[in-house]
């Protein structure tokens, strides 16, 4: 897209274009043209910003979807699209609403490392040990959490444990992760056209992967029935795999591929489903949005490999987030520990020269 679309983009946008380039602002959502909100470190609060008026906003936003390759109207009001920079957008506007709503996920230039995040106690040593060992030895992870809680910022570090010399296939819906390894191949969603032709779905990115002989599948954000096709991939020798979706808790991500994998049309059993997700994942890793703003892992599991008698998961927690409360600045007081549990796979890891450390901690370290 030319410049100067971008600068129309701007140039409509102009009532919250401080915001736009205000880096302590991580969103911007707009309820019609009278009220503004920001959020800062995890908070929200209301800025004294505004558009002249509903047509002013509109306008901003009819642009937003030309430069998005969209239509806004009566018929099609809503859509998902980006600024100039990368940030996220989303529109909804009348009938579907009593307003025109528009909200901005800002695209975050910097790129977050392993020593950040524990550095802003996202999580600890021990766990980013642990993790760095489940990846180097292949274990399949999904990443599990709400809305803006941290998913895309892990996957992104977690792709720095990976050997330069891996091939790497990367597919999302809009990109997202920033991945500085060598050998990346990037594949990306398109929506249909404006005569509902065109569009590539993630499952037919997952097709063409599996012919782009990768090492790693690291898939953005798993949404719908493309969750068969990659338990298909998990389950033929694709070790190593990473990918997001949304849940609270790791045994609801669990549920959450169950009913993905039913939108795929398929008449498979329920135990079936269950039986294959229990062989494909092997860990799952939580992040959520704490009540002081802030943004943690609150628990890794380990998922083993068959069902119970009664056919339900087998999920062994590695680590828990503890919590006291918080402190006198309204700062939550809490640690990811160790539950004292030891992954299935620590003998494998001894034997490729990663230690078990005592099990109070129940964490790898390399050796």
């Known amino acids: 897209m030319s410049d100067l679309y971008a600068d129309s983009v701007l140039f409509h946008l102009r009532p919250i274009q401080a915001l736009i380039e205000d880096d302590s602002v991580s969103e911007i959502l707009v309820n019609g043209p009278d009220q503004v909100y920001v959020e800062r470190q995890g908070r929200l609060q209301q800025v004294d910003v505004r558009f002249h008026g509903d047509d002013e906003l509109l306008a901003a936003c009819i642009n937003l979807a ?3 390759a969209k239509r806004l109207d009566s018929d099609n009001p809503r859509f998902d699209g980006r600024l100039p920079d990368g940030s996220r957008v989303h529109v909804v506007t009348p009938p579907i609403t009593t307003s025109v709503h ?6 975050q230039d910097k790129r977050f490392g392993l020593k950040d995040l524990i550095g802003l106690g996202f999580l600890t ?3 980013a040990r642990f993790l760095k060992v489940a990846t ?6 999904v990443v599990s959490g709400g809305t803006s809680s941290g998913k895309t910022t892990l ?44 569009a590539i779905t993630m499952r037919e990115l997952l097709h063409s992967t599996l012919r782009l002989r990768p090492d ?3 898939v953005g954000e798993v949404r719908g029935p493309e ?9 033929s020798g694709h070790g190593g795999t990473m990918t997001s979706l949304h849940a609270n808790s790791p045994t609801q991500a669990l549920a959450k591929l169950e009913t993905l994998c039913l939108f795929a049309g398929e008449e498979i059993p329920p135990r079936a489903i269950r039986t294959s997700i229990a062989s494909a994942v092997d860990i799952v890793l939580q992040c959520s949005r704490i009540q002081d703003g802030s943004r943690r892992v609150t628990a890794i599991s380990e998922v083993r490999s068959t069902l119970d008698g009664d056919g339900n998961y087998v999920v062994t927690p590695l680590f828990t987030l503890h919590t006291q409360g918080l402190d006198a600045f309204g700062k939550l007081i809490g640690r990811l520990q160790g539950s004292g549990n030891l992954p299935s796979f620590h003998e494998e890891a001894k034997a490729k020269g990663w230690f078990v450390k005592p099990i109070a901690y129940g964490v790898l370290e390399e050796g």
């Open 216 to 218: 790693r599948i690291l």
């Open 125 to 127: 040593e021990d766990a």
């Open 227 to 235: 969750a068969l096709d990659l338990l298909n991939a998990l389950n």
């Open 136 to 141: 180097l030895m292949q274990r399949n992870v």
């Open 102 to 107: 528009l909200a901005i996920r800002k695209f």
């Open 66 to 68: 030309q430069y998005s």
């Open 155 to 198: 996957l992104n570090v977690m792709s720095g444990f990976l050997d330069d010399h891996e091939r790497i296939v990367l597919l999302e819906d809009s990109p997202e992760l920033q991945l500085r390894n060598k050998h990346v191949v990037s594949l990306a969603t398109r929506p249909a056209d404006q005569h509902g032709e065109g």
